[in-house]
Every structure is written in C-alpha cells, then in structure tokens.
C-alpha cells in the first residue's frame, strides 16, 4: 500500500468496516477479462479466517465464471463523502475500505447453505432467520475464502484531530 499512513492495521478495526459496510463489489475474470459484480453479504471471521457470503441464481454469467475459476477478489467501502477544494486538483474523497483476494466455493448441503444465508440476513437486517428446503433449493449460496485483505481510512475529521495533536 503506497500510503501507510491510510493502511488500517488493526484486525478490530477492519472487521469493523466489513461489519459497517452492506455492499461489496466481487472481482471474478474469466479468460483474463475482469468481471465485477456488486452484491450484498454476510460474513464470518472466526480462527483468524474471514469467510465472505454471497447468494444467487442457480445459474448465469457470474456462476459460469465461478464455475471455471474460483480465484476472486472483492472490495467493500463505506462512510464515503465529498471533500470540497478550492480548486478542482483540491477536491478529494472520505472513505473506509477493504480489498481482499481469496477463493469461492459453492456451498452444497442445505446445512452450510443455510449458514451462508443466515450470515448474510444477520449482517443485512441485524435479525436471525431459518430457511426451508424448498428456500434452500430455489438458491445458490457460495462463500469467499478470503486468503488476505487489508484496510484503508481517509476520514478528514480524524486526519484534522490526528494533526491537531502532533
């Protein structure tokens, strides 16, 4: 990451943001053509291991790529706002994010799908839910395995009292 002084280091802290975060941008390629989709999700973090979930049709462009290679990346942001110049090079941007690359599998027993779905309704309405089977087999669930990710913050109210207090 070139600025480190944005890197956010604290695994609490990046978990946060994923925790704060409703939306994430899933990077697939297929033939070296990248394929980015934005999707809701849920996720897991025990063990030191971040899984993230994700739901879909049973078919369709985005499982044929998944299908033919698992290899994935993603890219979550939030808390974003406008920073005003006063010139067009002085504008800039608020954000906290993520970027992590990991591997996808599809989920196949009922058990694990219905874990995934759980996880994503939690992380989405903040309620718990159970799902049928006839729920079960009308989806498709699959979970990044995310091998690394990192965080980054630009927040100019926290860059204000960070200078103030040097």
């Known amino acids: 990451m ?7 280091q604290s695994i609490d802290e990046k978990i946060k943001i994923i925790d704060k975060c409703k939306h994430c941008r899933l990077g697939l390629s297929e033939n ?5 989709i934005p999707l809701n999700y849920g996720y ?11 739901h879909s049709a049973k078919d369709g462009k985005k499982i044929e ?8 990346c993603f890219e979550i942001d939030c808390d974003t706002k406008l920073i ?40 989405q309405t903040g309620k718990n839910f159970m799902f049928n089977k006839e729920q079960l087999d009308n989806v498709l669930v699959f979970k990044m395995v995310v091998s ?5 913050v630009k927040i ?11």
């Open 156 to 166: 100019l109210s926290e860059e204000k009292i960070n200078d103030a207090m040097e």
């Open 2 to 8: 070139r600025r480190k002084d944005r890197e956010i």
């Open 32 to 36: 070296d053509i990248p394929y980015i």
């Open 148 to 152: 690394s990710f990192t965080g980054k």
């Open 84 to 123: 005003e110049g006063e010139n067009a090079c002085k504008f800039s941007y608020e954000f906290r994010s993520i970027i992590g690359f990991g591997e996808i599998i599809i989920l196949k027993t009922n058990k694990e799908k219905n874990e995934g779905l759980s996880n994503i309704m939690k992380h």
């Open 65 to 72: 790529i998944i299908k033919n290679n698992s290899k994935s």
């Open 44 to 54: 897991s973090y025990e063990n030191n291991i971040l899984n993230l979930f994700f």
